[in-house]
């Protein structure tokens, strides 16, 4: 019972077994904090309600240990009888059979805690070396001409590799380097891989992936060689280790860590529908541009035109400004679409090694921007030509050019151009405009 002290116990107490065990179940929790354990797994039972009952053992001795369901829902491995653990649990006392337990609070396979120790140990000299910094990191090519994948062959992190690049840029050329991802000897083999594919130098940026699994399995990347080999690549590596929880040493000296290896592929792998989209967005940015242009030109030189119907005595100054504009103009123009060309140019080699495919899309668009470039130098010519026809015109009608054939003006005294001999009278005085000078004349006769 609770409510009772050991220290009013003596050889005169009398207790009941339930009294007994209830002490007996305090004081152990009382004087034994939560301890780590380390032992074989025996007789386990696993129940519908979750719970597992199992023996703890060592070669001399075994405890009953129990882990309830809100404890053990959480464990990403599979606990059988047989294997080496660790557990933390409380000492304590099942009351109700009076039997000595453990109820246990974590669990993790022997040894682990080692691993966890060596990870940390290494991190931090690896930390302090600085070859985790962001200096060291490799650009990723954002359109890579070859893709390397070191990873172990006939497995599901290979499988799901290759689909995603397939999916997402299928001309893209793939080097598998083939080698284990766990056990005595992957990490010798992993770095002799990332050395290999180096020499070769046939690769843009490399992958460096495995499925998911427990901290063993995953042990290869944390290897110091490992890190120094990744570190020393000449090409950049991007890791996919494991699932999305799952960090290694490899992952902080890579030069791009992805969750998966899924996600590694989606990282270097262009995506040729996105590229094709944002060909097109560009296009049609271009081809609006060119509308503009050619509007507001057409504006400009409709406003010219009508300009050129202003009184005579200023139509030299608006046809050397109109010539001037369309020269500028031409000129303006010749350098824009030398510079959208140049663009045209710059796009179709970024994206013709990687998407042969788009070759068809880019042609069209440059046979459209000659069109256009076409058409615009058409209208500017027929423009110029109503110009010269317009100037032609206004100097034919220049009253000069008419005295310029031999005909001449007369006017009276007062100025008044005299267009019928009734208007002037015998003996009037006249004055005659000839193409150069002029005459003053008395009338003797009239007709």
């Avoid at 065990?21 to 039972?45: C, D, M, Q, T």
């Avoid at 063993?216 to 080999?229: G, K, M, R, S, T």
């Avoid at 609006?288 to 406003?303: G, N, P, S, V, W």
Wanted: glycine share 4%; charged share 25%.
């Amino acid at each position: 019972m609770d409510h009772l002290s050991t220290a009013s116990l003596n050889a005169h107490t009398l207790l009941s077994v339930s009294e007994l065990n209830s002490y007996a179940r305090a004081l152990l929790e009382l004087s034994f904090p939560l301890l780590w354990i380390r032992g074989e797994v025996s007789n386990l039972k696993q129940y519908p309600s979750g719970h597992w009952y199992f023996l703890l053992k060592d070669k001399d001795a075994q405890i009953r240990c129990v882990m309830f369901r809100q404890k053990n829902q959480w464990l990403d491995w599979s606990l059988r009888d047989g294997m080496q653990i660790e557990v933390q649990a409380l000492v304590t006392l099942y009351e109700a059979r009076g039997e000595f337990q453990l109820n246990v609070e974590h669990i993790r396979q022997a040894g682990l805690g080692n691993l966890y120790e060596a990870f940390e140990k290494l991190k931090s000299k690896l930390q302090a070396a600085g070859i985790f910094d962001a200096i060291h990191k490799k650009n990723i090519p954002e359109f890579p001409k070859r893709i390397g994948v070191i990873t172990s062959l006939n497995t599901a992190a290979l499988y799901d590799i290759l689909s995603t690049l397939r999916h997402r840029m299928p001309s893209l050329p793939i080097i598998i380097y083939p080698t284990p991802v766990q056990g005595k000897d992957a990490a010798k083999s992993i770095v002799t891989m990332i050395e290999l594919a180096g020499k070769r130098a046939e690769c843009d940026v490399l992958l460096l992936c495995r499925g998911g699994g427990s901290i063993e399995d995953l042990w290869a990347f944390n290897e110091e060689i490992v890190a120094y080999a990744i570190f020393h690549s000449v090409i950049p590596i991007v890791t996919g280790i494991g699932h999305e929880t799952d960090f290694t040493i490899a992952d902080f000296v890579a030069d791009k860590r992805a969750p998966t290896p899924t996600g590694a592929a989606q990282i270097v792998s262009p995506d040729t529908q996105e590229i094709a989209k944002h060909l097109n967005h560009l296009y049609h940015r271009i081809e609006r541009a060119y509308k503009h242009e050619i509007e507001r030109r057409m504006q400009t030189l409709d406003l010219l035109c009508h300009r050129l119907i202003d009184p005579r005595e200023s139509i030299k100054h608006q046809v050397n400004r109109l010539q001037y504009l369309r020269e500028k103009l031409l000129f303006c123009w010749s350098r824009k679409i030398e510079k959208m060309d140049s663009e045209n140019r710059h796009l179709q080699r970024r994206f013709f090694s990687s998407a042969p495919n788009l070759e068809h899309m880019l042609n069209q668009q440059f046979e459209r921007s000659s069109k256009l470039h076409k058409a615009i130098n058409y209208y500017l010519e027929r423009q110029g030509t109503k110009l010269v026809h317009y100037q032609t015109q206004l100097t034919h009608l220049n009253p000069k050019s008419v005295l310029q054939r031999g005909y001449s003006i007369t006017s009276n005294v007062e100025g008044k151009i005299l267009r019928d001999s009734s208007q002037i009278n015998i003996d009037d005085s006249i004055q005659v405009t000839l193409a150069e000078g002029w005459v003053k004349a008395k009338v003797s006769d009239a007709g």
